[in-house]
């Protein structure tokens, strides 16, 4: 199972801001960045966020990042129908010396 | 265009063998450091193993519930990764994505290809 945890589900209207949440360890979060992926249905991730806070050619600034300590969040604003999705945090666990993904949120917009 | 193609997945008993493989294209594989991520069915992302360059060692990593049944590799010359998973399990039933680091995101996963699916199952 993941080391790294992430609440189930998150939801919002049109426009609201949603925060995702993602905790880890020392191992993983605590000596390592975060990297963000964004899953839409049936389809091959696409990396959202990568060193806690870039964010990659393409992705609108309406989504952040951060990282403190052993913890993690993703935050969407001006929340889209299309942004209705999975999200997965992941980084590199030292102790694992593996890559590991958060638990996932499916993100809902009401 | 950068590009990942798996292919050569399908359905095999539990104890059987399979293997599978992953083309790249536009960008320059030999240098890049590839990986393979699964999903199980309604389940979420696990990283399943990388292989580094061959300039950096060319070295493999494995994650806990594949190690020592599972060989990734890789053929420079025809710019393909493998997967050659053996001694399968029901649990390994997924969707295997091979993935890479291309532009200079710190490692992190930003060519991802179309996913392949494999059932082990009797």
């Known amino acids: 199972q993941s080391v790294l945890t992430q609440p189930p589900s998150a939801s919002g209207t049109p426009g609201q801001r949603v925060t995702i949440s993602c905790s880890g360890s020392?191992?993983?979060?605590?000596?390592?960045?975060v990297n963000w992926y964004q899953q839409l249905p049936g389809t091959a991730p696409k990396l959202l966020i990568y060193?806690?806070?870039q964010r990659p050619s393409g992705v609108p600034d309406r989504f952040s990042g951060s990282k403190s300590g052993t913890s993690a969040s993703l935050a969407i604003s001006g929340l889209q129908s299309e942004n209705e999705a999975d999200y997965y945090c992941a980084a590199w666990d030292d102790s694992l010396n593996g890559y590991v993904f958060g638990t996932g949120t499916k993100v809902t917009v009401l | 265009e950068v590009q990942l193609v798996e292919s050569g997945g399908g359905l095999v008993k539990p104890g059987g063998s399979l293997r599978f493989s992953c083309a790249a294209s536009g960008f320059t594989f030999s240098n890049a450091w590839m990986s393979w991520v699964r999903q199980a069915p309604g389940k979420g992302l696990e990283w399943v193993g990388r292989?580094?360059?061959?300039?950096?060692?060319?070295?493999?990593d494995y994650a806990a519930p594949v190690k020592g049944r599972f060989i990734i590799s890789r053929d420079d010359s025809k710019n393909t990764l493998y997967l050659q998973m053996n001694s399968l399990k029901t649990e390994d039933t997924a969707v295997y994505y091979c993935?890479?680091?291309?532009?200079?995101?710190?490692?992190?996963?930003?060519?991802w290809g179309q996913g392949t699916m494999v059932a082990v199952s009797s």
């Open positions: 020392s191992s993983n979060l605590g000596s390592n960045t």
């Open positions: 993935t890479t680091a291309v532009s200079a995101t710190g490692g992190a996963f930003d060519i």
């Open positions: 060193n806690n806070n």
């Open positions: 292989i580094k360059s061959k300039t950096d060692g060319g070295t493999t």
